[in-house]
């Protein structure tokens, strides 16, 4: 276990909102519950019981419209929760992913999707013409790459995707980094490596050259050295001597499953790996890492919540959906 | 020693050790009930109809500055200075001030601490309200060494400016 940053004071309010928050969060159990209901109208009555209520409109019918709803859930909770904390750095990180959607979105030059966060609507429409330099140091000189419209590159889709994808991972990175949690720390790099480790074997497996990866995912400390030996290595199955501590172990037996389980199983134990890490923050009064775990419970809560809700509707069995759900924060 | 400075430094003494109580208790109570305050505006935020509840645990770390205050006065009234006469002695003031000292840190330090433990309790009410009964226990356990620091406070006060010597002492013998 690692040990919990302390003395902590100025984080008392937020944790406080958190406390009560955290009341609100679906458990395990309910979603199991959730999932053992076999029509769909009964799992959309049932779900009016939770604090998604709140954000449920009528004539909601399709996946779009829930995908929508939750997101919209989890978002406005978590912009609350920064307007409350001392260093917005942790829940920055959680709405990060709607940001890359923006940026992605900008510069194939079409409006941004979800609403803006780190990247301020100026920053988006100048990365739009082509200028990257409003954007933070640690990612510009790889966005620079891909924001000119014109140029050769940007017109490669894969490309554009892989410079994003290390972008956001190396932001990730530098804005935990900033906060002085050991906790969040390891927790960040567990997430980061097992977010590259599924954007390899997603490449590998749809036969993408990797060099490619080489070339426009790195730098990424302190994963640059297992980067480069995944690469080099396209046997997959060494790719299990390649993988460190208890992600290389998750791997080593998900790799075992059948080929269509493989990538889904492994994110799914790994992110169980990672709600057990966080749930010992729960024993802090206050602290970051109090809002960083609830912000990673709160998205566990909306993927299983998409999990079941587009599994309801596209009517597949109650088994094979109770067996994705993922661990919750409750 | 002249009688008259040997006086003046006992009561220096003294008033710095009740100074010493009444400062670190407040200072203790403020800290701790900022502490939990932090805690109870995030918690209102979400629930205000839990302010009844929460109010009790907020103001469970005040309890400290109103055991310095009655130290400090207490040294007041057993010296003599709210009644006008000074009797106490260099070693009774050195005692006082000592004492004063060591009761105004056994009050800032627990003040502080229970205001990190209402904090944790105010978490708990927040997340169970039926809890509340049992949240107040964890708070007032820290309570209770603010509790012996101030009877200890009263009773040494009580030895000390009771003793025949100082009597002696002021009628010059």
């Known amino acids: 276990m690692k040990a919990l940053s302390k003395g902590q004071h100025r984080w008392g309010f937020v944790c406080g909102q958190i406390s009560v928050l955290e009341g609100r969060l679906m458990s395990y159990d309910f979603f199991m519950n959730l999932g053992s209901i076999e029509k769909s109208e009964d799992v959309l009555h049932r779900l009016q019981e939770t ?42 990180v959680f709405l990060l992913s709607e940001d890359y ?13 979800f609403p803006k966060n780190v990247f301020s609507e100026l920053r988006l429409t100048e990365i739009a013409s082509g200028n990257p330099s409003l954007f933070p140091e640690v990612i510009r000189p790889a966005i620079s790459t891909v924001a000119n419209p014109a140029g050769a590159q940007s017109e490669n889709p894969i490309i554009t995707d892989i410079v994003l994808d290390g972008c956001y991972l190396r932001q990730y990175l530098w804005l935990l980094s900033n906060l002085d949690c050991p906790l969040l720390k390891d927790w ?36 640059n050295h297992l980067i480069n030996e ?20 998750i791997w080593r037996e998900c790799f075992e499953l ?6 889904p199983k492994f994110e799914q134990k790994v992110s169980d790996f990672m709600t057990q890490q966080v749930k010992q923050a729960k024993l802090q009064t206050m602290g970051p890492e109090r809002v960083g775990a609830f912000c990673w419970g709160l998205n566990m809560e909306a993927f299983n919540l998409k ?17 994705r759900i993922r661990q919750t924060y409750v | 020693m002249e009688h008259a400075l040997a006086i003046e430094i006992g009561r220096g003494l003294a008033i710095a050790g009740a100074g010493l109580a009444v400062g670190l208790g407040c200072s203790g109570s403020g800290k701790g009930i900022g502490i939990a305050s932090q805690a109870v505006g995030g918690v209102l935020s979400e629930k205000p109809d839990l302010f009844g509840r ?30 006008g006469q000074m009797i106490i002695t260099p070693g009774t003031g050195l005692a006082l001030f000592v004492l004063g000292f060591g ?17 944790a309790s105010i978490s708990l009410v927040a997340r169970r309200p039926e809890a509340f009964g049992r949240s107040v226990i964890l708070p007032a356990m820290v309570e209770t060494y603010a509790v012996v620091a101030l009877l200890v406070a009263i009773l040494a006060i009580n030895w000390l400016t009771a003793s025949n010597d100082v009597t002696a002492f002021v009628r010059g013998q």
């Open chain 1, 230 to 249: 995944l690469c080099a290595t396209t046997e997959l199955r060494s790719w299990g001597n390649i993988i460190p501590g208890v992600i290389g172990d």
């Open chain 1, 307 to 323: 999990l079941i809700i587009s599994g309801k509707l596209n009517g597949l069995p109650s088994n094979m959906l109770k067996d």
């Open chain 1, 188 to 223: 960040s790099e567990f997430r980061v490596l097992t977010k590259l480790i599924v954007v390899l074997w997603r490449a590998l497996k749809s036969g993408h050259n990797l060099k490619l990866f080489l070339q426009y995912l790195l730098p990424l400390e302190p994963f």
């Open chain 2, 54 to 83: 929460l109010l009790v645990l907020l103001a469970l770390p005040g309890t400290q500055g109103f055991y310095g205050f009655i130290t400090a006065i207490l040294i007041f009234v057993r010296s003599g200075l709210i009644t």
């Open chain 2, 103 to 119: 009761v105004g840190l056994a009050l800032y330090f627990s003040a502080q601490w229970q205001g990190e433990a209402s904090a």
């Open chain 1, 51 to 92: 604090a998604l209520r709140e954000f449920m409109v009528p004539g909601a019918e399709t996946w779009e419209d829930w995908s929508t709803i939750i997101d919209s859930y989890v978002h406005s909770q978590i912009n609350e929760l920064k307007k409350a904390c001392p260093s917005p750095e942790i829940t920055d």
């Open chain 1, 101 to 113: 959607i923006n940026l992605k979105r900008a510069i194939n030059g079409r409006n941004p999707l």
């Open chain 1, 258 to 263: 059948s080929e269509d389980e493989q990538i």
